[in-house]
C-alpha cells in the first residue's frame, strides 16, 4: 500500500460522507432485518465511494455492506498470491445513530491485501475527524500521529462493546457485558464499531469488544488500531479473521489479558 491508495480512499471517504451530511434531516429508511435499519444514504454513499475506488483501481475486488456486495472472492479470502487487493467498505457505520440524528457514525473504508488488512480511513462527517493508516507506517487523526492509551488495569479503563440487532437478556453477549462492567470504570455503547476503534487507537477508549459485526464494520478501524499501538485479537485471543471479525483491542497488552480472559470464560 502505498501514499496513492490513501489519497484515493481519503477522496472516496469524503465523497460518502457528503451523501450522508446531504440526506442527514431527510433520509428514507427501512428494515433489512428485524431491528436492523438500512438508509437511502447508505445506498448513496457506498455508490459514492464505489465509484471513486473503482476507476481508480479498476482491476481490484470489493466488498460493501449494501448492494449485495457482501462477500470477498474466494482467492481474496484465501490470501492467494495471484488475488487482486480487495476494497471493504461501510458507507454508513452507525445507522440507527445517524437516523435518530445522533453523533457517532462514518464511512469505513479498508484495503485488504496478501491475506491482511493493509490501509484504512475512517471519516466521522460531524466532527470531520479523518483517522487514517498504512500497514507498518503508524496511525494518525487529521494527519498528526495518534497512540492508544497503554492503560493497563480495567478498574482504570473506559471501555466500549458492541451488541447484535435484536440481542435477548439471555444472550452470551449480555453476560459478557456485566462482566466487564463490574470490573471496569465505565462501560459504553456508542454504536459505531469503526468510530470505537478509531477511539481505542487514540487513547479516548481503553477497549473495545465486538462478537456480532461484519467485515466492512471493522476493516479499517483494525488497521488503524494496530498502527496506534493496540492489542488486536480474536476475543479468545486467537487472531483475527479479517473476515468474521469477533475481536477485542485493548491500549495495552495487560489489560488485553484481563479483557480476553472475561470475554471467553
Not at 57 to 79: I, W
Request: overall charge negative; glycine content about 8%; hydrophobic content about 40%.
Amino acid at each position: 500500500m502505498d501514499e496513492n491508495h490513501l489519497q484515493v480512499a481519503m477522496k472516496a471517504a469524503r465523497a460518502g460522507a457528503a451523501e450522508l451530511m446531504s440526506r442527514r434531516d431527510d433520509r428514507v429508511v427501512r428494515e433489512k432485518a428485524p431491528k436492523d435499519l438500512v438508509t437511502d444514504a447508505d445506498l448513496a454513499s457506498q455508490k459514492a465511494v464505489r465509484a471513486i475506488l473503482m476507476d481508480a483501481f479498476a482491476g481490484y475486488a470489493f466488498v460493501g455492506e449494501e448492494e449485495g456486495e457482501n462477500e470477498p472472492l474466494e482467492s481474496v479470502r484465501n490470501g492467494d498470491v495471484d488475488a487482486p487487493p480487495c476494497w471493504v467498505v461501510d458507507p454508513l457505520d452507525g445507522t440507527v445513530n445517524y437516523v435518530h440524528r445522533l453523533q457517532s457514525f462514518a464511512v469505513s473504508i479498508g484495503l485488504f491485501e496478501r491475506g491482511r488488512m493493509r490501509l484504512g480511513v475512517i471519516l466521522d462527517p460531524v466532527t470531520d475527524e479523518l483517522f487514517t493508516a498504512i500497514d507498518g507506517q503508524g496511525a494518525f487523526c487529521n494527519g498528526k500521529p495518534i497512540r492508544s492509551s497503554g492503560c493497563s488495569d480495567l478498574s482504570d479503563g473506559l471501555v466500549a462493546c458492541s451488541f447484535p440487532a435484536g440481542v435477548k437478556s439471555n444472550d452470551v453477549e449480555v453476560e459478557r457485558f456485566l462482566k466487564v462492567l463490574e470490573r471496569c470504570r465505565s462501560l459504553r455503547r456508542l454504536g459505531s464499531c469503526a468510530l470505537n476503534l478509531c477511539y481505542v487507537a487514540a487513547g479516548r477508549l481503553d477497549s473495545y469488544w465486538a462478537t456480532s459485526v461484519a467485515s466492512w464494520d471493522a476493516a479499517a478501524g483494525i488497521v488503524i488500531a494496530r498502527e496506534a499501538g493496540a492489542t488486536v485479537t480474536a476475543y479468545d485471543g486467537s487472531s483475527v479473521d479479517d473476515w468474521l471479525p469477533k475481536f477485542c483491542v485493548s491500549g495495552s497488552d495487560k489489560l488485553h489479558r484481563t479483557m480476553i480472559d472475561l470475554l471467553s470464560r
